[in-house]
C-alpha cells in the first residue's frame, strides 16, 4: 500500500498559520483526489478540505474561507495552508488519497499517512 508522508506540523499560536505538506516519496504515484482529514482524541477522523486532478476544491464549513488546499502535479504533492487557527483546529492531520474522483467521505480513500500534529495553544 503506499504511503503518504506528512510534514509541517508543530506548535502554533491563536491566529497563527502552518503550511503542512504531504508527499509520496519513493515510486511514482497518480492519485485523482487527495484530501486532508483531522482527529483528535475521543472523536471521529473528520474531512478538512479536498482537491481533484480538476483542481477543483472544497473544504469543511469548520476551516472554509481559512485553510486553502493546493498541489503541485510535478512533485506529487500536496499542501495545506492553515490560516487564522485556533485551538480548535487542535488535532493530528492526515494526508489521504484515491485514485478517482471523491468527496468527503473517508471510507472513499485509499492511502493514508501517519499524520502530522497540530497544536493551537498559547
Not at 508522508?5 to 508543530?10: A, C, K, L, P, W
Not at 473528520?46 to 481559512?66: L, P, Q
Request: with cysteine; charged share 15%; glycine share 8%.
Amino acid at each position: 500500500q503506499e504511503q503518504l508522508v506528512e510534514s509541517g506540523g508543530g506548535l502554533v499560536q491563536p491566529g497563527g498559520s502552518l503550511k503542512l505538506t504531504c508527499t509520496t516519496p519513493g515510486r511514482a504515484f497518480s492519485a485523482n483526489t487527495w484530501a486532508w482529514f483531522r482527529q483528535t482524541p475521543g472523536l471521529d477522523r473528520e474531512f478538512v478540505a479536498a482537491i481533484k486532478f480538476s483542481g477543483d476544491s472544497f473544504y469543511s464549513e469548520a476551516v472554509k474561507d481559512r485553510f486553502t488546499i493546493s498541489r503541485d502535479y510535478h512533485k506529487n504533492t500536496v499542501y495545506l495552508q492553515m490560516n487564522t487557527l485556533s485551538p480548535e483546529d487542535t488535532a493530528v492531520y492526515y494526508c489521504a488519497a484515491v485514485s478517482r474522483t471523491a468527496n468527503v467521505t473517508l471510507s472513499q480513500y485509499q492511502f493514508w499517512g501517519q499524520g502530522t500534529q497540530v497544536t493551537v495553544s498559547s
